[in-house]
């Protein structure tokens, strides 16, 4: 097993292009690595304990993380909503490998 902890989206795409190459599975696990290094400060626990975690890390690095937090993760969860509902419907192309090599983000 290999965790992988290079940020989303390198992260992702790292473990994605390496799968066929490694005979392990790739687990990515974010800022885990510098959580536990020190590196990163956690939240409180009591924002832990009620899921904003996220907020915390926010008003730490608002440049970094302000599109993520307050755009796509919205964006993700919506479409998946109408999708649950039935009201959205994307045509899959059956899983196919993307058109360009990303090298690992």
């Not at 956690?42 to 307050?70: C, D, I, S, V």
């Not at 993760?73 to 490998?97: E, F, H, M, T, W």
Request: with cysteine; aromatic share 14%; glycine share 10%.
């Amino acid at each position: 097993m290999c965790f992988v902890g290079l940020g989303c989206p390198r992260q992702e795409i790292f473990a994605y292009e390496m799968k066929e190459h490694l005979s392990m599975p790739l687990i990515a696990v974010g800022a885990a690595f510098a959580f536990h290094a020190g590196m990163l400060e956690q939240a409180p626990p009591w924002m832990q304990k009620n899921g904003l975690e996220w907020f915390f890390r926010l008003t730490r690095e608002p440049g970094r993380l302000w599109r993520r937090y307050l755009y796509l993760n919205p964006a993700y969860v919506s479409l998946l909503a109408l999708q649950k509902l039935g009201i959205y419907r994307r045509k899959c192309d059956g899983g196919q490998s993307p058109s360009k090599e990303l090298m690992f983000g």
